[in-house]
């Protein structure tokens, strides 16, 4: 087996440092630490990198994935049929539904006759990785929602439909 | 000793001391704040205004934790260690002439709790009485770091005290006196000791740095290497005592250095100042320039700390044995050389 010490190099642009002695005003380090101090000084001056967060929010990049939202359609009605596409294209397997068959008189709450009686995302095991978006067909997925909050215990966070679906239209105005 | 004299001292005391108190309190806000700023971050701003009341918070919350003392320790020393050092960072402080004598109702009162005629030499034996509290401590906790801390504390302070008493000497060889009050009434004026002993000063405040055992000679609680040094095994409150009484021991420095040799309240223009103020508010205004110069110092330790990283310990040693003694050496002998050729004259 080849060392490191004979491996090729991949570019041409190794350069050998030569340690030069110290001159007497390098071997004072006032000079140097008086430089130092200018520096972090001037530093005193700066803008503030701080975010004050809880009032202030960094704005999220635009391909941002954050908390899912189940959508509902123009007419308020929920779009996920349950065709089970998320669960099987989460990587982490956070996704978990089961379906229900839409009565009559119901035809306002879902769009098609199956929908998601129980739809449940953990969001311990979930990677944002946002393939769930990806498979659903229905456009009814999208992790477009803000930093999944902190909590004290594992079972809540498990979300249900409960915090997943969006709100309906004339409860967002 | 007649009774109003006995209140007036207890009075400046209690004063003194709840002064030093406070700016120690306020320390450890402003580190942090300092920290923040040289860091391009903001600090401490929660807690009321701007921050203001962090140093009560942490102050509950240190009174407020769970106090362990280790099994294996021994308790009453243990107990002594933050004690100890607390004590003689508060006891320091008597000597320092906070200013010229105040005349309130035809009686001179003096703002010095005590004009020891040794009173450098007091400051010296206080300072160095400090660092027994670090060593008891680290000694009493039973725990390898602690002791590690506790060791370095030592070794440093003994090679770090022979500079700074040496530099001591060539300005008491320049003052020619060992009272604090009149080395401050020497510097009336701009008649600073600075301009005199400029190298003195210099290994002054870098003994000072590693006698309040500041960045960059923290060795004896170096996190990197020994956890928490010295103070590894303390909680709570004796914990609290530690970093209040470094706090403190900063203050103490600032002042010293302030006094000896930034001509402590004596400020360019100060007769002519006082001639207008009267004899009760002028040396309350010079009081005033003192504290100023105690925490431009202070804002100069925290600044160090958030700049220059921590020495190696041979390095430290190094620097002490065979850089500072020897510069503090040629200063006393440069020193003489000069008195005498201007004696001559």
């Keep these: 087996m080849r060392g490191f010490g004979s491996m090729e190099p991949l570019s041409n642009r190794k350069k050998v440092l030569e340690q030069k002695p110290m001159n007497f005003w390098e ?17 005193m001056f700066k803008k503030k990198e701080t975010v004050f967060y ?11 994935r954050g908390l899912h939202s189940l959508k509902r359609d123009e007419n308020g009605k929920e779009r996920c049929t349950a065709c089970g596409l998320c669960a099987l294209s989460c990587p982490a397997e956070a996704i978990t539904m089961i379906a229900g068959e839409r009565q009559k008189g119901e035809e306002h709450l879902y769009r098609e006759e199956k929908y998601a ?36 215990l594992r079972k809540d966070f498990i979300y249900g439909k409960d915090k997943l679906v969006e709100d309906p239209i004339d409860h967002r105005i | 000793m007649e009774l109003a004299f ?31 700023y040289l860091q391009d971050r903001v600090g401490p701003n929660r807690a009321g205004p701007g921050g203001m009341f962090q140093p009560l918070a942490d102050g509950l919350k240190m009174f407020f934790k769970e106090e362990i003392i280790p099994t294996d320790s021994s308790a009453a020393l243990f107990i002594l260690g933050p004690s100890l050092a607390l004590l003689t960072a508060c006891i320091g402080s008597a000597v320092i002439p906070w200013g010229e004598s105040i005349v309130i109702a035809d009686r001179v009162v003096s703002l010095q709790v005590t004009d020891v005629n040794v009173g450098v030499l007091y400051i010296f034996g206080v300072v160095s009485l400090g660092v027994y509290g670090i060593m008891i401590g680290g000694w009493a906790s039973n725990n390898k770091f602690s002791l590690m ?41 701009a008649n600073w000791n600075i301009l005199y002993q400029p190298l003195g000063f210099l290994i002054f405040l870098v ?27 303390y909680s709570g409150f004796k914990m609290g005592a530690f970093m209040f009484a470094e706090y403190l021991n900063m203050f ?25 103020t009267g004899p009760l508010f002028g040396p309350l205004i010079g009081m005033g320039v003192l504290f ?5 110092f202070i804002f100069f330790f925290m600044w160090v700390r958030w700049t220059v990283p921590r020495f190696r310990y041979d390095q430290l040693m190094n620097l002490g044995w065979k850089v500072l003694i020897p510069l503090a050496i040629a200063n006393i002998v440069i020193t003489g050389i000069v008195i005498t050729i201007y004696d001559k004259l």
């Design chain 1, 27 to 43: 071997r004072l380090y006032l000079p140097a630490i008086f430089q130092g101090m200018g520096i972090t000084f001037r530093h």
């Design chain 1, 117 to 152: 009686a129980v739809y449940e995302i953990n969001m311990l095991r979930c990677i944002f990785c946002g393939l769930c978006e990806e498979a659903c067909p229905k456009e009814a997925i999208y992790l477009d929602g803000p930093i999944v909050p902190a909590d004290y």
């Design chain 2, 292 to 296: 100023l110069k105690i925490f431009v």
């Design chain 2, 207 to 233: 003994c000072s740095f590693a006698e309040t055992n500041r960045t960059p000679f923290d060795l004896p609680e170096c996190e990197t290497e020994l956890v928490g040094g010295y103070h590894t095994e």
């Design chain 1, 54 to 64: 809880p009032e202030v929010e960094r704005e999220f990049s635009e391909n941002w």
């Design chain 2, 6 to 36: 006995i209140i007036e001292k207890f009075i400046l005391i209690t004063v003194i001391f709840m002064v030093s108190l406070g700016v120690a309190a306020y320390s450890t806000l402003a580190e942090r704040k300092i920290a923040g």
């Design chain 2, 252 to 276: 103490l420095a600032s002042t010293v250095m302030s006094t000896l040799y930034f001509g402590g309240y004596n400020y360019p223009g100060m007769d002519w100042v006082n001639g207008i």
């Design chain 2, 149 to 189: 801390g506790a060791v370095r504390a030592a070794s440093q302070s003994i090679s770090y005290e022979i500079p700074m008493g040496l530099s001591i000497i060539a300005l008491l060889m320049a003052t020619n006196t060992l009272s604090m009050k009149e080395i401050a009434e020497q510097q009336h004026g």
